[in-house]
């Protein structure tokens, strides 16, 4: 089993996004053996935001509201990947990768923005998680 933390700030756009969207991916590859969460650094409990809902709609994934969590005691057996390079700084683990390591810049964070930022943010979000689940999965399907 693989365990996959997403982590932002607040746990209300990115993290989710990325959470919810790769658990589709995972859904129609038929791919049974990776566990996805999400959490954010400063999280307050706040619920998924409306935009986020909105992007998460259009893709076909889960658009159900959830408050957000915060980043607990971190698990050795867990791949962490962040939004940004900062972000990865602050996640003390070993297993931790940020979305600049896959597709070569960071998740810019869309709350308080416009739906457009918010798509951006997710088209941004999702090829990262194609080449993630590519090197995941590459040769054991």
């Known amino acids: 089993m693989i365990n996959i933390c997403f982590v932002c700030s607040g ?19 038929k791919v049974t053996f990776i566990k996805v969460i999400s959490r ?6 706040e619920n998924i935001t409306y935009n986020a809902k909105l992007v998460l709609k259009e893709y076909g994934a889960l658009d159900k509201d959830r408050k957000a969590i915060k980043l607990g005691k971190i698990d ?10 900062e972000q990865k700084n602050k996640v003390k683990s070993q297993k931790v990768i940020s979305f600049r390591d896959l597709v070569g ?4 964070d869309p709350y308080g ?8 943010c997710a088209e941004q979000i999702y090829r990262g998680l194609e080449k993630l689940l590519k090197q995941l999965i590459g040769g054991v399907k």
């Open 11 to 29: 746990n209300t756009c990115r993290s989710i996004i990325a959470e919810r969207l790769f658990k589709k991916m995972l859904k129609n590859e």
């Open 40 to 45: 954010g650094l400063e999280a307050t409990k």
């Open 76 to 85: 050795n057996n867990t791949l962490y990947v962040t939004m940004t390079q």
């Open 105 to 108: 810049q960071d998740i810019l």
């Open 113 to 120: 923005q416009n739906l457009d930022h918010y798509r951006s």
